[in-house]
């Protein structure tokens, strides 16, 4: 109503359409911020953390609605996804921002304007959030390590450990027969030194190792352990390289975490996701199922899924324009 006029509605005035197209335009050129963390491969890894920690939520909502868990307990699992799904769209908003997107492109698959992503997501909003995630990421990082994984140059000492066992040999039988002093290799086999490759190349002579998994593992164990270096080169560009590759580090992940049994490994997997005929066809480069598969498997032999989610997509996905067919994937049973 009028103030003037009490019983008399005046209507509110509408915004100016050529205003609202103004700021719309201005969220569309305007230029992406400056990286204030790791730069873009630091902004991806936090991407691929968001996603697998999603998955990993999922997949538990799931195993535990397959076992008919109480209602509590699958509201419970139900109440963290949201946290999750913010922690991915700022990880995600990041990385668009510094490979140049625009808020217009990237607020149309949220059916909102770009006005309401940007507010949503200002710099002190978008920093703090990315500074939990990455502080997330970095403790997990270290319990995962701690829990339920061995750090590379640990993986590496238990798979020559287990090499060195097969053969039958003393210790200084086998440091005799490598070149090298017992103590020298103790200290290799128990994790405390890293061994130079001629050495391991000596190893896998003496010891009748496998080289291409051997060579994974001694790679891996001279990387950085640090959060936003990357844990593995990038990925082939061709498809056939890398699944071999793939094939290649599942196998040394299968080493380095004794050669377990398949039926172990089945149950490590868990929910009926992999048969024991499936996981030897997978250690033995016939097959690469899904990522749920493909992640759980990871999981069970003590690895980190991010680590060969990069490899596992160039695996399974045909280049475009080509006639390379897509590789078998399990289904499940």
């Known amino acids: 109503m009028s103030p003037s006029n009490p019983g008399r509605f005046t209507p509110l005035p509408l915004p100016d359409p050529r205003a609202r197209a103004e700021s719309c335009l201005a969220c569309a050129k305007e230029p992406p911020p400056t990286a204030p963390g790791p730069g873009t491969d630091g902004a991806h890894a936090l991407v691929l953390y968001t996603g697998e920690a999603l998955s990993k939520a999922a997949g538990a909502f799931y195993s535990a609605a397959i076992h008919t868990a109480p209602g509590p307990s699958l509201l ?5 996804l949201p946290a999750l799904l913010e922690n991915a769209e700022a990880a995600v908003i990041h990385r668009a921002r510094l490979d140049g997107e625009s808020w217009n492109a990237l607020a149309a698959p949220l059916d909102i304007s770009p006005e309401r992503l940007r507010k949503r997501w200002k710099s002190e909003s978008l920093a703090r959030r990315l500074k939990r995630v990455r502080r997330d990421r970095a403790d997990h990082a270290l319990t995962t390590t701690a829990s339920t994984s061995k750090p590379p140059g640990q993986q590496l000492a238990t798979a020559l450990s287990f090499l060195q066992r097969k053969t039958g040999m003393t210790i200084a039988d086998t440091a005799a027969e490598i070149g090298i002093s017992p103590s020298h290799l103790s200290r290799v086999l128990s994790g405390d030194r890293r061994p130079s490759w001629p050495v391991v190349l000596q190893f896998v002579e003496v010891c009748d190792g496998a080289l291409p998994e051997l060579r994974d593992l001694w790679e891996a164990s001279h990387r950085p352990l640090t959060p936003d ?6 990925a082939p560009t061709t498809q056939a390289e890398a699944r071999k590759r793939l094939h290649t580090a599942l196998r040394a992940l299968y080493l380095a975490d004794g050669c377990r049994t398949h039926e172990s490994l089945r149950i490590a997997v868990g929910d009926g996701l992999l048969t024991n005929d499936q996981i030897r066809d997978i250690l033995a480069g016939r097959d690469i199922p899904d990522w749920l598969r493909t992640s759980r498997l990871i999981y069970a032999l003590r690895g980190h899924p991010t680590d060969l989610l990069p490899l596992w997509r160039a695996a399974t996905t045909s280049p475009p324009d080509t ?5 078998h994937t399990s289904s499940s049973d």
């Not at 270096?229 to 990038?234: E, S």
Request: charged residues 25%.
């Open 229 to 234: 270096t990357p844990t593995r080169p990038d």
């Open 323 to 327: 006639d390379t067919p897509r590789p």
């Open 76 to 80: 419970a699992q139900l109440h963290a």
